[in-house]
């Protein structure tokens, strides 16, 4: 069965470096989702992008942050200067369809900022 | 704002017995749509069931099913016959027509199986 995946699984980072996240959705899927858990707490909704710009945004996904399909395969999520405070797990999902159908998960990247 | 609550952060059961996750929910929208996800240890997380708002049937799969009680704004998931597998992280998820395609998520309840 079709998997997203995403690279690294960890990533250990240096506060105010940037650092960018890289997920491969699934082939067909149009909608692609960036979510993010820091420890102890839900997880949150960062970002959708449906062809080729974003469609919806929280408020945790400011100008720090920034997204992007640069090939048609891979969907990045890129944090410009990091922040002690972005250390969580980031995961990509992918869907085929819009509102309301189930939204595949990738295993995640677990961010460490320093 | 919509919220979603699972009052339960662990949970055990003997194999082969039933159990049942809780979740509530919040919000003054009449279309949504409600999930659970599942996330095994070190993987990532599969959708277990979903229910559609509007549908006052209750969804099953399975093993699995939910006691979705709209007015009470309740979503809870029930595993019967209980299997070693099923030890996991469940999350109850939520999404709205007026927040499109965004996920709430609950803080999640760690079920463990015990043989």
Redesign the interface.
């Known amino acids: 069965e079709p998997?997203?995946t995403q690279t690294p699984s960890h990533q250990v980072t240096q506060m105010g470096q940037e650092v960018i996240l890289r997920c491969v959705p699934i082939s067909n899927h149009l909608?692609f989702?960036w979510?993010r858990q820091i420890l102890g707490?839900?997880?949150?909704?960062l970002v959708?992008f449906y062809n080729n710009e974003i469609?919806?945004k929280?408020e945790i996904f400011d100008d720090q942050f920034s997204v992007e399909r640069p090939d048609g395969s891979n969907f990045t999520l890129k944090i410009r200067s990091t922040k002690l405070e972005d250390s969580a797990m980031y995961?990509c999902a992918s869907?085929e369809r819009?509102?309301?159908y189930?939204?595949?998960?990738?295993?995640?990247t677990r961010l460490t900022v320093t | 704002a919509q919220t979603?609550t699972q009052s339960q952060p662990e949970m055990s059961v003997q194999e082969a017995e039933t159990v049942t996750l809780s979740c509530t929910y919040d919000t003054s929208e009449s279309n949504y749509?409600l999930?659970w996800?599942k996330q095994p240890p070190?993987?990532?997380?599969?959708?277990v069931i979903?229910q559609?708002a509007y549908k006052q049937q209750n969804a099953t799969e399975n093993r699995f099913s939910v006691n979705f009680q709209k007015a009470a704004k309740s979503f809870s998931l029930k595993i019967s016959d209980s299997q070693l597998g099923d030890t996991a992280m469940y999350?109850c998820a939520f999404?709205a027509?007026n927040?499109?395609?965004?996920?709430?998520?609950?803080?999640g309840t760690s079920l463990t199986v015990i043989p």
């Open positions: 998997e997203v909608y989702y979510y707490q839900k997880v949150e909704f959708s469609s919806e929280s995961f869907s819009d509102y309301g189930e939204q595949y998960f990738g295993p995640g | 979603v749509y999930f996800y070190s993987r990532q997380m599969i959708l979903r559609e999350f999404v027509s927040t499109g395609n965004q996920f709430y998520f609950g803080t």
